[in-house]
């Protein structure tokens, strides 16, 4: 996929001062942040997601940043190509927003130990480059609890996009949301092994549909999904922003990841010479950084009391997402009661828990 901002123009070379902490920024020099994006802009999903934080970020630092976006970047070969030319060019802090970019990003933050470089939802790290997520599976399970209160039949239906551990805790999140309300429901997902292609997002929808689901949720980044639910009759969610405008009857909800609440962070904390730059955050509901919002109007008033119930103990901790007794599709106790689940083994999911129909591709 070509990026749309092929009028950028490079210019190696520039001497970047060091970002490192205790190394602040003098005033009069905007602070040059670039981003690195998997898919188009566009109006709804990931990558529109972390332009909206983008933006807040350049208004929340008005005259102090200056950023620049290169969108629908391959994950492979061609990302190390935009991401070393954006620290050519002079940016001091560079965000490369998909997993696939992880090695890309590792291999040129060694090349460039004077710029910051932030990898979201990998797990490799560097003197000068550190990782961060947002806990989507909270706004997934908050998900499922409503489709679990709205379906009829219980049959429930995910869009996938690539089998990795990130994807495979969404579903899995949704599935326990559902059957805390219908023990009942079952979800079935079909994979596309893409993060932005709204042909086969939809088809798969199709698909679903035509097998009996009356939900669906994707993780996928356009909103094909939902336009697909509004076409059939049948309810979905906004993933990752609001996505009502494309298909305002169908949408139960939408689960919002707001990416300026870590924008903001590093931004100013690298601005006044205080940011570290190897961490590894996951920010959640108690951050502000992941939310279900945008409820559809129509919404019963016990739906909605239920939905703030188990929001409050998503917060609390009193009930967290993946507590025990918790059993994987086989039937093996992975959780035992009065138990949660440790982040570590979040992070390495690789199998469908009870409820979730066929089998993780590669995995369990």
Known sequence: MPSRRTALKWTAGLAAASLLPGAALRAAEPLRVGFVYVGPVGEAGWTFAHDLGR???EAAFAGQVKTTFIESVPEGAD?????????????????TTSFGYMDATLKVARQYPKVVFQHATGFKTAANMGTYDVRTYEGAYLAGVLAGKTSKSGNLGVVGSHPI???????NAFTIG?????????????????WFDPGKERQAALTLIAQGADVLMQNTDSPAVLQAAQEKGVFAFGWDSDMTSFGPKAQLAASEIDWSVWYKKVVGEVLAGKFEPKQQVWYGLKEGAIDLG????ALPEDAKKL??????????????????????????EVVAAGQALADKDKLAMNYYVEGVQGTVPGGK
Do not use: C, M, Y
């Open 178 to 194: 559902a059957r805390s309300v219908n023990p009942k429901a079952s979800t079935r997902v079909i994979w596309v092994n893409s």
């Open 294 to 297: 945008h409820l559809a109007a």
């Open 55 to 57: 933006r807040a970020l």
């Open 79 to 95: 990302a190390e190509r935009v991401i070393r030319n954006l620290a050519q060019d002079g940016h001091r802090v560079i965000f």
């Open 165 to 171: 551990p990130e994807v495979i805790r969404n579903i």
């Open 307 to 332: 939905l703030a119930e188990r929001r409050k103990g998503v917060l609390d901790g009193s009930r967290p997402v993946f507590q025990g007794p918790l059993r994987d599709q086989a039937g093996k």
